[in-house]
């Protein structure tokens, strides 16, 4: 199965956002801190758990930096992925 790219999973994650919690598109970008969108942990785990769902798959590394971008959780999200192949 072909995961998807970093792309797509970032256009999964604003899809979420905006329905979930009213963030635009347009500012949640790569580069964006998550605080800056208002996210703490615990809605950052909201958000993987989702991820979850839609993909299909167990995301066992959650480990995420501090001060994260959005980017970062692009990037946590494809290290699971590679590791499931």
């Known amino acids: 199965m072909k995961h998807p790219d970093s792309g797509q999973i970032l256009s999964l994650l604003q899809q ?3 329905e979930k919690f009213d963030i ?4 949640a970008g790569i580069e964006t ?3 800056d969108l208002g996210l703490d942990s615990m809605l950052i785990l909201d958000v993987l758990l989702e991820v979850e769902d839609q993909l299909g798959v167990k995301l066992d590394d ?3 930096p501090r001060n994260a971008t ?3 959780v692009v ?3 494809q290290r699971n992925l590679e590791k499931a192949e």
């Open 70 to 72: 959005l980017g970062d």
């Open 24 to 27: 635009p598109s347009e500012k």
């Open 16 to 18: 979420f956002l905006a």
């Open 75 to 77: 990037n946590v999200i």
């Open 33 to 35: 801190p998550l605080l």
């Open 62 to 64: 959650l480990a995420i």
